[in-house]
């Protein structure tokens, strides 16, 4: 048993530091460094991963079961605890005594009370429900969750079937990928081994990436006859995460296998189009990726509700008004015509704006724009 007090945990505990994330306090020891091999596993760069999952559950405001198959430190479902108002349960799972130690401790500090080995379908006293297991045993023994985290360091596919197995319908599956190198390109055999596609490696990467680990998640929910929907969807400099809404049904799952096709690019003018082949011919033999998902990879009216805080959300929420797929980078654009300069931001928003169609900066690029105009009217803003 631990002390439920900041300064009186440090008093027991002198290697160890306290730090704050969001409402949620935590004690790591000072050693602790970011890796794979530690103990208990706490990620700082996470923290907007874990801030745009409450902003997500509170948003959507219904009554999920939680499971978090890979707990590590447990700050991701302490803070679902105190910070979300809706959820009906959290269940926390983590592979490592260790880890689960932390858990135990982290959750004294918040006064959070922890049950352990029990799996429950409504508990809204804000108890945290603990296994020590392996994250796929923790979900098939589970009677299933209507949110399922699948958070892991490096690829989450080895994760997807029992996840996707055990997510109920309507549920929410949210998954992230850190091994952006492979998504995004800079190992093209690892994404064909992983993601079972190929990446591309240009400024599109990051939206072909993320657009590859949908595909993925949908291919392995497929099996089970559930349809995943993208609901939210973003990339940073560490990792790629995307939100899906589960439906059942053979004709919807049908349904999102159609939306699975190539992406073409031609490096000579910029030009991309969605192909149902692997190849094609623009001003040359184009670049093809995939296959990807094509379809939406935001829900426009769930990302306004998100956004209001500034920053990432506030950009996506703008960006998935223009359903696009793939955006117009400037640098690259102006770059092929050759041309001196690169046209201000304000300046390109308005004359696109003014021509009549839809534009709006996209969060995967400084320079990148997604807009419904056609790539030669874009470029001869770009010239003028
Ligand atoms: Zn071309």
Not at 11 to 19: D, G, L, S, T, V
Not at 197 to 210: C, K, T
Not at 357 to 372: F, I, M, N, P, W
């Amino acid at each position: 048993m631990c002390p439920p007090y900041g300064f009186l945990y440090l008093f027991y505990k002198p290697n160890a530091i306290m730090i704050q994330e969001g409402m949620a306090k935590l004690a790591l020891s000072k050693e602790e460094k970011i890796s794979k091999k530690l103990p208990v596993f706490y990620n700082p760069i996470m923290k907007l991963n874990r801030d745009i999952s409450i902003f997500l559950l509170n948003a959507l405001g219904e009554d999920l079961s939680v499971g978090d198959i890979m707990a590590g430190s447990g700050v991701r479902a302490i803070r679902f605890l105190l910070e979300c108002e809706n959820i009906a349960s959290v269940t926390a799972n983590d592979m490592s005594i260790n880890a689960i130690k932390s858990i135990k401790e982290n959750c004294a500090l918040n006064g959070i009370e922890v049950i352990e080995g029990e799996y429950a379908e409504s508990n809204k006293t804000k108890k945290l429900l603990l296994h020590n297991k392996d994250a796929r045993m923790f979900l098939l023994e589970s009677g299933g969750f209507g949110y399922i985290d699948v958070d892991p360091f490096g690829s989450p596919c080895q994760f997807l079937p029992s996840a996707c197995e055990r997510l109920a319908r309507g549920g929410i599956l949210a998954v992230t990928a850190t091994d952006t190198s492979a998504l995004s390109g800079t190992y093209l055999s690892a994404c064909r081994r992983k993601y079972w596609s190929n990446p591309l490696r240009n400024h599109l990467m990051h939206e072909v990436g993320l657009r590859i680990l949908i595909r993925r998640c949908q291919l392995s929910a497929s099996q089970y006859d559930k349809a995943l929907l993208p609901i939210y969807s973003f990339s940073t400099d560490h990792y790629m995460r995307v939100f899906f809404r589960c439906e059942k049904g053979k004709k919807k799952t049908d349904d999102i296998l159609k939306e699975h096709r190539y992406l073409l690019y031609c490096n000579k003018c910029g030009h991309f189009e969605i192909s149902d082949k692997n190849d094609g011919e623009c001003c040359s033999a184009m670049q093809a990726a995939g296959p990807l998902w094509v379809g939406q990879l935001w829900d426009a009216s769930l990302a306004e509700k998100m956004a209001g805080s500034g920053g990432l959300m506030d950009i996506i929420a703008e960006e998935a008004k223009v359903p696009s797929i793939g955006f117009f980078d400037v640098h690259v654009l102006s770059k092929l015509m050759k041309l001196g300069h690169v046209k201000r931001n304000d300046a390109i928003l308005s004359a696109v704006k003014s021509a009549g169609y839809k534009v709006a900066r996209t969060h995967l690029s400084q320079s990148g724009y997604r807009t419904d105009m056609p790539l030669d009217e874009f470029k001869k803003i770009l010239g003028a």
